[in-house]
């Protein structure tokens, strides 16, 4: 396969042609290459690495209504991407060995992309019993009990301990649950709107504890879908000091505010809930200045059942690997940053983060991962356009930047316009 387009990866940027052989590509040039077989033209439109997404749930196996991980690959690839790391909160959740490699036959089954289970720290995730972390290690990218933590600071350090030991990151989902409660960021709006407020410290307090903790026994914690201004001024700090902490954070928390929660949405309703905007602030500041080394999409998908109700029943979550690249789109003109700047947080740096080989970029020896976007259309969001079976997204009925005409995965087009190959 030849691609001849106007590319923009970590290593190249201009105009170029792309080979492709046997999945992996051969070639990135100016010059025509003398190759011949399956010719793209992409003429002006973009042709980027496949995104990597580091934060998404699949919900197989137990929670099929919500997705599966053949409609979450379908909704990863009409979303540009094309490496998705699934977390482990399902039923059974992936705590065993018998549950990951559940995960990864449908996954291989499916075969659409590529998935990296994360696996659950304590058994059950209830915080007590720690995993088999030497016989998991092999088959996760990390250790996570997503949607929690465990709230002992003696099982989370010896899970750090251990963590190290094995040579895989914990990636946690920072909350003291003793201080949330609430549906929303605690503060005027959630005054103004009589909505239940979360505080602040509820993340910032296990944040300081996963520094602490990295810092003394030097393994990585890598702190989840990063929301106050709090969080990401320790984190600061603590890179500078050498802590091996890094941190990521989600497109939604990005682009929207707790103000926006006036309407009352339950579609906007997600953990940790949307910043207040001197949050959303220092998140862009820390986004930039390398605080913040990832972007991902905690994509949650629900029912239409389970958020058909107000915002204090509902559950917490957004359905969000299909808007991703078009919210990159609009963070980039919101707050005036390069497209590529952001493009490299959701495709080289999250490769090299949790050391995922030769991904994330287009140069000769990586996979052939590549998509082909025309940044100067537009797409609706709605029921029929998402693929995910999720369709609560804030975005729903809206328009967005950035259309996506063609996902490759190993050198095969597994996206094409609004089908799937
Ligand atoms: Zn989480």
């Known amino acids: 396969m030849i691609i001849r387009g106007e590319i923009l990866s970590h290593s190249y940027q201009g105009k170029g042609y792309i080979v492709i052989k ?47 991980i053949e409609s979450g690959s379908k909704a990863a690839v009409h979303g540009g991407v094309t490496t998705v790391a699934i977390m482990p909160n399902t039923n059974p959740p992936l705590d065993s060995i018998e549950s990951i490699n559940y995960v990864k036959k449908r996954a291989q089954q499916v075969g659409l992309i590529d998935i990296l289970p994360v696996g659950a720290i304590t058994k059950k995730r209830y915080g007590k019993d720690l995993v088999d972390f030497k016989t998991l290690a092999p088959h996760v ?17 010896k899970a750090a301990q251990l963590a190290r030991a094995v040579g895989k990151p914990i990636a946690d989902h920072a909350e003291i649950t003793e201080l949330s409660g609430g549906s929303i960021r605690e503060g ?26 990295a810092r003394y026994t030097g393994a990585h914690i890598h702190v989840q879908h990063l929301s106050t201004s709090a969080s990401v001024k320790i984190l600061r700090d603590a890179k500078k000091r050498g802590v091996p902490v890094t941190a990521e954070v989600t497109h939604h928390h990005l682009l929207f505010t707790d103000e ?23 998140l862009i500041k820390g986004l930039l200045d390398g605080t913040i080394d990832i972007i991902v999409t905690d994509h949650a998908p629900y029912s239409k059942e389970e958020k058909s109700t107000n915002i204090e029943e509902a559950p917490f979550g957004i359905s969000g690997i299909e808007t991703l690249l078009s919210s990159l789109f609009i963070i980039a003109e919101k707050y005036e940053i390069p497209f590529k700047v952001l493009l490299e947080k959701v495709t080289w740096k999250p490769a090299q983060l949790f050391n995922l080989g030769l991904k994330g970029d287009i140069i000769p020896g990586y996979s052939g991962d590549v998509v082909i976007l025309d940044p100067s259309k537009t797409w609706r969001v709605n029921e029929e356009t998402l693929f995910s079976k999720g369709k609560n997204t804030p975005f729903l009925n809206k328009t967005l930047p950035g259309v996506i005409e063609l996902t490759i995965k190993n050198g095969k087009i597994v996206y094409r316009g609004d089908r799937i190959d």
């Open 22 to 68: 046997n999945g992996i590509i051969k070639k990135v040039q100016h010059d025509k290459p003398k190759e011949r077989g399956e010719f793209i033209d992409a003429g002006d439109k973009l042709v980027i690495p496949g995104l990597i997404d580091m934060h998404a749930h699949f919900r197989e196996p137990g929670y099929e209504h919500r997705e599966t």
């Open 260 to 282: 926006d929660l006036r309407d009352r949405s339950p579609f906007k309703k997600v953990n940790p809930p949307l910043p207040r905007k001197e949050d959303q602030e220092e």
């Open 141 to 157: 990218v990390a250790f996570s009990d997503d949607g929690t933590t465990p709230q002992s600071f003696k099982v989370f350090l």
């Open 188 to 213: 005027k709006f959630s005054r103004a709107y009589g909505i239940s407020g979360i505080p602040d410290i509820a993340e910032s307090i296990a944040v300081a504890r996963d520094i602490e903790i």
